[in-house]
């Protein structure tokens, strides 16, 4: 691997890390039933902006990297955003198989 792809994969991780961090603060930050509907909306609309996020990273790698390589980029992106999928199935997973 050169470094152009590692720097590459880093990069795709970064745009799929932050938005993600972004969407998980507005989502848990308030707690409660009262809040339920404040929370949806909040989903929603952080979701929106968690898409923006990610598609003004893809923007800003392709038009201001010079050295990049698209595949390692997206296989980056992919590859985190896959694992933060996983990692949620496999907890549900745990939780519904734990003894009550």
Sequence with gaps: MTWVE???VIIGAV???IPGAYFGHMFFRETGSRAMKRTIRRA???EVVKLVMMGA???LAFRFVDSLNPLALFLGFVLTHGCGIFAIAKIQFAYRQAPE
Excluded: L, N, P, R
Aim: glycine residues 8%; proline residues 0%.
């Design 57 to 59: 990273g893809f923007a």
């Design 6 to 8: 590692a720097e590459s």
């Design 44 to 46: 929603y609309m952080a």
């Design 15 to 17: 745009i799929a890390i």
